[in-house]
Nanobody
Framework: QVQLVESGGGSVQPGESLRLSCEVPGTTISGIHMAWYRQRPGKEREWVARISSGRNTFYADFVEGRFTISRDNAKDKVDLQMSRLEPEDTAVYYC?????????WGQGTQVTVSS
């Protein structure tokens, strides 16, 4: 089965930054359109950012200009640089392909933004 391993979350204050990492051990992702998703408390999981195999990037309106998605195909790794974090960004963040494998979600990594 596909493994998705997210890391890098933590607790920060508004305006601070975090860099999340996603590793996909055992799977070659060079030809796969990858994405980050998040689930805020009491809300459905939502798409945040995606990056094509050709490194074209796309972002949800609520993170445009603040988050940057990148990929390292040699390491089968996808990162999400998060800047100017807001309390509304508090969520569990997940990686997957786009569209996602519905049965292969990882544990996610918790991001908490509070004063």
């Amino acid at each position: 089965q596909v493994q998705l391993v997210e890391s890098g979350g933590g607790s920060v204050q508004p305006g601070e930054s975090l860099r999340l990492s996603c590793e996909v051990p055992g799977t070659t992702i060079s030809g796969i359109h990858m994405a980050w998703y998040r689930q805020r408390p009491g809300k459905e999981r939502e798409w945040v950012a995606r990056i094509s195999s050709g490194r074209n990037t796309f972002y949800a309106d609520f993170v445009e200009g603040r988050f940057t998605i990148s990929r390292d195909n040699a390491k089968d790794k996808v990162d999400l640089q998060m800047s100017r974090l807001e309390p509304e960004d508090t969520a569990v963040y997940y990686c997957n392909k786009f569209p996602p494998w519905p049965s292969f979600w990882g544990q996610g990594t918790q991001v908490t933004v509070s004063s």
